[in-house]
């Protein structure tokens, strides 16, 4: 048989052999969403598939992995990008271009190596933000909503996290330590928990000014610093070459408005942005501060030894929405940091944290999240232009998972914001992209809306849900670890989400723990 044919008898064969109810479900077409892209013909083949499997056999024996000392690491963090989620979002990237998109790849779905990360917390079965920081950048599990303390500090309390002994250090310290330089790069807010596990030591992650330790802690605020005064003051913020993101209204002082309209909500009266720029002055350092994306092309143009840029108020905007004369892509702030922390020759560590895949899924906004993570990996592309894979490590991950689900079995191609191509046991359409929980769900009795009615690609359309809740719940489920550069295999298999700075540091030859090499 030649091997069209051959693939015809399969197809045949494999029809015959599946679940009927399934068949249906594969020819049903309700015409109700965007026509799906057609099949390309070559997968018809199963010379295509053989053809494929073996170009990955030859690109995997091709691969070297240096053993030199990672010399650079840059750990990217897609803060609620669950595995459903880079299925989604990789399928609608190539939707956006014209193809059916299931077999397109993000940047990062390229590296060599994938892991996977267990992301529960001390005390809880599903993670936040703030515990799960704790593990990924200090290296150790800690309480719901703790920023770089151990387990012994619970939620809230308003002098453990201020002792020493308590503290748990970042990578982004022990680079540090080593001479090398480091710096943050996020979308939401700098004080936000997830930067905040580079810098900070903290009970609760909402202390992100002195107002919100005043009214948690009342007399007691003095032993608790907030997270900016932390990232201005203390080691290891102090030190950061590059911090950039969203979240002025957490340094301002709330008789401040600030270059954009918000206001400051410091209780304290101090302008940490200023307080920033005297502290470099007095050290004798070249500064900038920037709040626009022209002052940060500018600033690009001829590096300051030290960046802070705050692009809002609060979180940077989602990109399908931001203004692109004041707000700069993920990608162009990654590149900004990089090449400012790339001339320290003897390296640096890089946080960058595409944040608000998270805040999307909360409101069960699929494509704004979808897209936040498209950016994201366009920001890794970026990375990975500018890094050898000699000397940089490249780690994509995530946080913690959401409750979003891809269901149904739509035909190939099916537009994935749309509905799928089969209708629920009442005989209504349901949606490809649905959520466990969250504002989406729909009351209104009897029975479940005909969402096919509603204008699915506005993106304020809130995806299903089948819990009433404000806000949408994290998934406990495990997260990718995707590595690229040297020891990346180390990032293979299933593990403790806290072993990834210890792996990165390994791998660095950084830290207290084992190094790979004999440091230079
Ligand atoms: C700022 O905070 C102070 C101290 O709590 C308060 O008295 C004042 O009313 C606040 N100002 C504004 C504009 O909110
Ligand atoms: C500050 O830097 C300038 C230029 O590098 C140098 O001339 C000057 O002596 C320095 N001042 C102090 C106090 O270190
Ligand atoms: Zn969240």
Not at 22 to 36: L, Q
Not at 287 to 297: F, G, S
Not at 318 to 325: E, F, K, N, V
Not at 345 to 352: I, K, N, P
Request: glycine share 8%; net charge negative; proline share 5%.
């Amino acid at each position: 048989m030649s091997p069209p044919a051959l693939a015809r008898a399969a197809a045949l064969l494999l029809m015959l052999l599946a679940p009927s109810h399934e068949r249906d479900v594969y020819h049903k077409s309700r015409g109700v969403a965007t026509p799906a892209a057609s099949v390309p013909e070559v997968e018809l083949d199963p010379q295509y598939w053989a053809a494929e499997a073996q170009a990955a056999i030859e690109a995997r024996l091709a691969q070297r992995e240096s053993k030199q000392r990672a010399r650079n690491v840059v750990m990217f963090l897609g803060d609620g990008m669950s595995v459903p989620t880079l299925a989604a979002a990789r399928t609608l990237l190539g939707q956006r271009q014209g193809v059916t998109g299931e077999e397109q790849q993000l940047a990062f779905e390229k590296f060599p190596t994938v892991g996977l990360a267990k992301t529960y917390c001390v005390n809880a079965q599903v993670a936040d933000s703030a515990c799960s920081a704790t593990a990924y950048l200090c290296g150790a599990k800690a309480n719901i909503a703790t920023i770089g303390v151990s387990g012994r500090v619970s939620r809230a309390h308003c002098s453990a996290a201020a002792d020493p002994q308590h503290h748990v250090h970042s990578i982004a310290e022990w680079a540090l330590a080593d001479g090398r330089d480091a710096g943050i790069v996020t979308t939401t807010r700098v004080t936000h928990a997830s930067p905040a596990g580079a810098y900070a030591h903290t009970a609760d992650r909402d202390w992100e000014s002195d107002a919100d330790v005043a009214s948690d802690c009342g007399d007691a605020r003095d032993a608790q610093h907030d997270i900016a005064l932390q990232l201005v003051h203390s080691h290891p913020g102090d030190q950061f070459k590059v911090i950039l993101g969203g979240g002025r209204r957490e340094f301002l002082p709330n008789s401040t408005i600030d270059e954009e309209g918000t206001r400051g909500r410091r209780l304290d009266g101090r302008n940490l942005i200023e307080e920033w720029q005297e502290n470099k002055r007095a050290r004798n350092v070249s500064y900038q501060y920037v709040w626009n994306r022209e002052q940060l092309l500018d600033a690009a143009a001829e590096l300051p030894d030290y960046l802070l840029g705050l692009f809002e108020g609060s979180h940077m905007q989602y990109h399908m929405q931001a203004d692109a004369r004041t707000e700069p892509t993920l990608a162009e702030l990654t590149e900004v940091a990089i090449r400012s922390l790339s001339r320290n020759e003897r390296g640096f560590f890089l946080f960058v944290e595409g944040g608000r895949i998270d805040h999307a899924h909360h409101d069960n906004l699929a494509q704004l999240s979808l897209d936040e993570a498209i950016q994201l990996s366009e920001a890794v592309a970026r990375a990975a232009a500018l890094l050898g894979e000699e000397d940089s490590l490249l780690l994509v991950t995530s946080d913690h998972a959401h409750v979003m689900s891809v269901s149904g079995y739509s035909q190939r191609g099916r537009d994935i914001l749309g509905p799928s191509d089969d209708t629920g046991d009442d005989g209504v359409p349901y949606m490809t992209l649905s959520y466990a929980n969250g504002p989406g769900y729909r009351p209104e009795a009897p029975g479940r809306q005909d969402l096919t009615q509603h204008d699915y690609h506005d993106l304020s359309f809130a995806f299903p849900s089948s819990v009433p809740l404000e806000s949408e719940t994290h998934g406990g489920d495990d997260v990718a670890v995707f590595a690229r550069g040297p020891h990346h295999s180390l990032f293979t298999g299933l593990y403790e989400q806290s072993q990834l700075p210890h792996l990165m540091a390994y791998a660095a030859c950084i830290g207290p723990g084992r190094h790979s090499c004999t440091q230079p």
